[in-house]
């Protein structure tokens, strides 16, 4: 029960901030104080408008809102996500374009589990779509599954990802981003030696804990640092009553925040800062630069307590991926049985999160891939964050993965429809952040 307690008492406690901060927004704000010539009272109701919004947004799931694509003709094409696999824990949600018919290029994006919904990736599947039929990995809120739905661990992940790669069929491309290259990568494999027919044609593994020893960083330090025991006792926690899954064990998605702030608690103390004097002088906007990315950064997620420490110690701690010992349903995956299809890696010469080095070494564990279908690219000047959804993956790494899949399509080239138009509105971080967001 007590930490059923510590998950309710974080709960309240954020209640408790967004509750000060709709009370100080509404003090500040209310007509009479503009009798006052005082610019504190803009102040409060600036401060309270912030924070309000900012501890709301952390029990929120983001919206998609993918904007519409126009066609050739210049229809305008509503894009509409639907769920095509539905599990316990987790969707194979496809995004349907109304009118369009059937893409060459067929991209499945695996999502991140760590910490952050699907939607992070976002930016990435608005800048896909006008050139691919495109499919996410939309995992659930573990706080909201029963405990009677069993657990979830990093074999469970790994299974799910060979169901919805068997479902989508062998002219796939699978993009998996950070957290999941080393399960996707084992999935492969798994489809490789079991099922060699429904294997994607091709797999990119995007800033992703291949090897963490190839590059320290402060994760892989962390991991060595702390014992499970440690890690059990002090991160592990049990959902509350307020929720379906009471009584799950989970890693907490606001103490998960808690740690993603204080790797770069300076740049997000300056955001913070900056938005109430922007909101007090009347600058701000509801959708600006910084609404949102906080939006979705302060948007976070329980995860299962057994996927939490089986990721730790047999990720990091135990490098089985690394050592290609990794095991799943009692059997041993050998990723040297993937030879069909062909690996690209990419990484960013300035991720903290993901070293350079990290990644590119699961190329190395594809012994009985060719050569000619290995690849890999190092953005130089690109962190965390920017790699998948930045600058750095719009102008140069999207470009090449998808000349990464045409050259390894078994049919016909498909042609670029450079004549796409995509509304959209870019998500970026806060200035000086370098995308700490910890996928």
Not at 14 to 25: I, K, P, Q, S, V
């Amino acid at each position: 029960m007590q930490f059923m307690a510590a998950y309710d008492m974080m709960e309240a406690t954020r209640n408790a901030n967004a509750w000060l901060g709709a009370t100080a927004r509404t003090m500040g704000s209310f007509p009479a104080t503009a009798l006052v010539p005082n610019p504190a009272f803009k102040m409060l109701a600036a401060w309270g408008q912030v924070t309000e919004r900012s501890f709301a947004r952390m029990i929120a799931k983001p919206d998609w809102n993918i904007p519409h694509l126009s066609s050739p003709e210049g229809h305008d094409m509503i894009v509409e996500p639907k769920v095509e696999v539905s599990r316990p824990f987790g969707d194979l949600l496809r995004f349907a374009v109304s009118g369009r018919p059937k893409m060459a290029r067929r991209i499945l994006l695996v999502a991140p589990m760590s910490g952050h919904y699907a939607t992070l990736l976002r930016s990435t599947v608005t800048s896909l779509l006008p050139d691919a039929d495109v499919w996410v990995t939309d995992w659930h809120n573990a706080r909201d599954i029963p405990v009677s739905a069993g657990k979830f661990d990093i074999e469970d992940y790994t299974l799910y990802l060979v169901e919805f790669m068997r479902h989508l069929g062998s002219d796939l491309n699978v993009i998996a981003v950070c957290q999941p290259a080393p399960l996707t990568l084992a999935a492969t494999a798994l489809l490789a030696e079991q099922e060699p027919e429904a294997q994607p044609r091709t797999l990119t593994l995007i800033g992703g804990p291949i090897d963490p020893d190839a590059a320290a960083t402060d994760v892989t330090d962390f991991g060595r640092r702390v014992t499970m025991g440690q890690l059990e006792h002090s991160m592990i926690q049990q959902v509350g009553f307020q929720h379906a899954g009471v009584g799950r064990k989970v890693y907490p998605g606001l103490l998960q925040l808690s740690s993603f702030i204080s790797m770069n608690l300076e740049t997000h103390s300056r955001a913070m800062r900056d938005q109430i004097l922007a909101v007090a002088n009347g600058t701000a906007a509801d959708h600006d630069r910084h609404n949102r990315f906080y939006d979705e950064y302060l948007a976070v997620m329980d995860m299962t307590a057994e996927f939490y420490l089986s990721t730790v110690e047999r990720i990091f701690k135990g490098l089985e991926i690394a050592q290609n010992r990794f095991v799943v349903d009692g059997h041993r995956v050998d990723i040297g049985r993937i030879t069909d299809v062909a690996v690209k890696t990419v990484e960013g010469g300035k991720d903290d999160i993901s070293a350079p080095g990290q990644c590119v070494a699961a190329l190395d564990l594809l012994t009985g891939l060719p050569d000619g279908k290995k690849a890999s690219h190092l953005e130089p000047e690109a962190g965390h964050y920017g790699i998948f959804a930045g600058g750095s993956w719009r102008r140069n790494i999207r470009p090449l993965v998808l000349d990464f899949i045409d050259a390894n399509a078994s049919g016909p080239t498909p042609a670029r429809r450079g004549n796409s138009r995509l509304r959209s509105v870019e998500t970026k971080a806060p200035e000086g952040d370098t995308g700490r967001v910890a996928v």
